[in-house]
Nanobody
């Protein structure tokens, strides 16, 4: 059974930072590239970035240079370091395989507001 548990969200002021974590079951983590996605209120879920099994990364233009994805194979965990946060980064953030499967976790809310 696929398990994805996101954590680390919260309320942060514009310009601030947060680090999100995603604990994945071993089977999904070992076999796949892992991605981060987000869904803002009233909008469709969108891709944020991914990291492959070799550690290579790619990001959406909207977050490039501000967000960094990393993975810890010993902990089956993927991280999303978010810096220079903007109000438009407000969303529920999810992790999943990349490309995404239909099995989503509960996500973690990130709110960027003064």
């Amino acid at each position: 059974q696929v398990q994805l548990v996101e954590s680390g969200g919260g309320l942060v002021q514009p310009g601030g930072s947060l680090r999100l974590s995603c604990a994945a079951s071993g089977s999904i983590f070992r076999s796949n590239a892992m991605g981060w996605y987000r869904q803002a209120p009233g909008k469709q879920r969108e891709w944020v970035g991914f990291i492959n099994r070799s550690g290579g990364t790619n990001y959406a233009d909207s977050v490039k240079g501000r967000f960094t994805i990393s993975r810890d194979s010993a902990r089956n965990t993927v991280y999303l370091q978010m810096n220079s946060l903007k109000p438009e980064d407000t969303a529920v953030y999810y992790c999943n395989r990349y490309p995404a499967s239909s099995a989503w976790g509960q996500g973690t809310q990130v709110t960027v507001s003064s």
